[in-house]
Each structure stands twice: as structure tokens, then as C-alpha cells.
């Protein structure tokens, strides 16, 4: 998938505009989902150009959450190509574990458009991946996660130097496991409230392009705290690398 995060992107994570804010429900407790009421917005640039912007806004639906994430470029690339990408993602808890059900995205990139869904069909063991309304199924085991949960269930994670983590996903028809790497040293850096913070530093190897970050190497620099903020992020695409940089976050709890 494209999702912007080439630019050209990330993500991601989770890449990932000004932050619109959702019900008062946002703020329901769910078993297995610590940051439903987060939102965050984004500066995405390409070296040392300002390319873009992005928003993820993490709500509460139907008894499981629903994750909103919205990229554009500014107005001088969208002379070269104009970019406005939506990808929502969906979960459910189920037995406290982690189950994404819904993954869908509409991306707007230059003369390319598609709409793309995909349902985890989790009670079944399979996945629906529908594009240009034809409609394909896919042996998935249930527990498997899109990769905008994937970001979340990292988070989620008590992350210590020198660990590798195996996440497994459903992306882009492949079915298989995202590995993270957490690195041995932590960076300090300063957050858009302010103050420094150190940071956990961790480098996911993606298999499929995701909403900050082309498919290959990347970073993420995370708080080194229980919700684990991403400040930073990075990848390196066939041409230079792309960042992301946390300019604004909220939580309503």
C-alpha cells in the first residue's frame, strides 16, 4: 500500500492537520485498549523539506475502538503530487487480547485513487480484502492485527532494551509477522509540550508499505513511560528519508 507514508512515505506508525475531537464516549475504558480518547497530529517531511502533515484520532465504537488517521501534503507538493489519504482501523477485545476487525483505506495520491477493505473475519479464520469491488478470502487465524493495531500493540508492550518482538498482521494480502526490534540505547528528546523526555528507541521491519514508512527500515522514538508517545519516526525510502514528528497530543482521560 502506498498510504502516503512515501510521500512519494511514512508511518507509519503508527506514521499517523489540526486534531478534531470525538464523543464524550471516546473516553470509555476498554479491557484491552489504553488509549482510546488519544489524538495526535504530525509534521511529515522528506529530508529537510516540509512535505506534508498527518492526524490519528483513537475513539470508542461498537464496543471496541476505531482508529482515524488522515495524511496530506501541504500546498507547495501538491503541485507535484497532491496527496489525501484515510485509513480507519477497528478492534475488538477479545478473551483481553487485541483483535482488529476493520481496515479500510481511501487514498487520493496525484492521478491514483483506490478504496480498499478489509474484514477480519476473526470467529471464521479469515480475512476479506475487497478492492475495485471484487472480493478476495484468506486462511488468517484469529489474533492477527492491521497494522495500525500492530503500532498500538507495541505500545501496549513493557518494551526493554535489547528485545525483539514478533507482532503478527494481516497487510496488503500477506499474512505475517512484524519484527521489532527495542534498541540497546534510549535518545532524550524534547515533545511539543515542552519538555524532554528520554525515549525508548524501536525499529519495526515492515514487509508491506504502512501509513508512515515504505516498507523495509524504520524508526520510532517512543516516551519511555507506560503509554509509550511516539515523538519521532523514521524511514528510509529509495531516495532519501522520510520523518514524522509529533506536533501536538491530547488524551481525554
Not at 63 to 88: M, S, Y
Not at 173 to 195: A, F, S
Not at 197 to 222: H, N, Q, R, Y
Request: with cysteine.
Amino acid at each position: 500500500m502506498k498510504y502516503f507514508a512515501t510521500l512519494g512515505v511514512i508511518w507509519l506508525f503508527t506514521v499517523w492537520l489540526p486534531v478534531t475531537s470525538h464523543a464524550a464516549t471516546a473516553t470509555k475504558a476498554l479491557p484491552c485498549m489504553p488509549y482510546v480518547g488519544e489524538q495526535f497530529s504530525f509534521d511529515v517531511g522528506w529530508e529537510f523539506i516540509n512535505a506534508g502533515s498527518a492526524t490519528m484520532n483513537i475513539s470508542a465504537k461498537n464496543q471496541g475502538w476505531q482508529v482515524k488517521t488522515f495524511a496530506r501534503t501541504n500546498k507547495v507538493l501538491d503541485v507535484f503530487k497532491k496527496v489525501r489519504d484515510t485509513i480507519t482501523a477497528e478492534g475488538l477485545c477479545v478473551n483481553g487480547q487485541m483483535q482488529s476487525t476493520v481496515f479500510d483505506a481511501d487514498l487520493k495520491e496525484r492521478k491514483y485513487s483506490a478504496k480498499k477493505y478489509v474484514r477480519f473475519l476473526w470467529k471464521k479464520n479469515q480475512v476479506s480484502y475487497t478492492q475495485h469491488k471484487n472480493t478476495e478470502l484468506f486462511d488468517v487465524p484469529a489474533g492477527h492485527l492491521s497494522v495500525i493495531d500492530a503500532f498500538l500493540a507495541v505500545r501496549k508492550l513493557d518494551l526493554t532494551p535489547g528485545q525483539t518482538l514478533n507482532i503478527p498482521v494481516f497487510d496488503s494480502r500477506k499474512r505475517y509477522e512484524v519484527i521489532v526490534n527495542v534498541m540497546d540505547k534510549k535518545k532524550r528528546l524534547k515533545t511539543p509540550w515542552g519538555e524532554e523526555v528520554d525515549c525508548i528507541v524501536i525499529k519495526p521491519k515492515l514487509k508491506t508499505e504502512g501509513i508512515f514508512a515504505s516498507k523495509g527500515e524504520m524508526t520510532i522514538w517512543m516516551t519511555d513511560d507506560k503509554r509509550h508517545i511516539p515523538i519521532k519516526m523514521r524511514a528510509k525510502i529509495k531516495f532519501g528519508r522520510v520523518f514524522a514528528h509529533l506536533t501536538g497530543y491530547s488524551s481525554q482521560k
